[in-house]
């Protein structure tokens, strides 16, 4: 497949907004925590629980486009970034929804 997924196309950009969106969709406060603690202890575990979220999504867009290292990867590190980042003592539910802008 040639049409490679580019991170620097604004369509291209939203495609991936949705899928980190849908990835951590219905993610629970105690699955934050718990891949928190599993990223101090065991980076491999914690990357491949990671991946697991959005992998089929992944696969689906693999159907349309090349998907490069570079793309994973920045859907990787986003998703890493969230999960460090949101603040679970806000919290007024048992599950998010995650809205990028």
């Known amino acids: 497949m040639d049409n490679h997924l580019n991170l620097h196309c ?3 950009s939203k495609i991936l907004t949705n ?3 849908q990835s951590l969709t219905g993610i629970t406060p105690n699955e934050i925590v718990k891949l928190r603690t ?4 065991d980076r491999t ?3 491949n629980r990671v991946k697991i ?3 089929k ?6 159907l349309n486009f ?3 290292n570079e793309v994973e990867e920045a859907i990787f590190f986003l998703i890493h970034d969230i999960i460090h980042r949101i603040s679970i003592d806000m919290l ?3 599950e998010l929804e995650i809205k990028l802008s």
Do not use: F, G, V
């Open 10 to 12: 604004e369509t291209h």
């Open 19 to 21: 899928i980190i969106e």
């Open 38 to 41: 599993i990223c101090d202890q």
């Open 45 to 47: 575990e914690y990357y």
């Open 53 to 55: 979220k959005y992998a």
């Open 57 to 62: 999504s992944l696969e689906l867009l693999c």
């Open 66 to 68: 090349r998907i490069t």
């Open 92 to 94: 007024e539910n048992n």
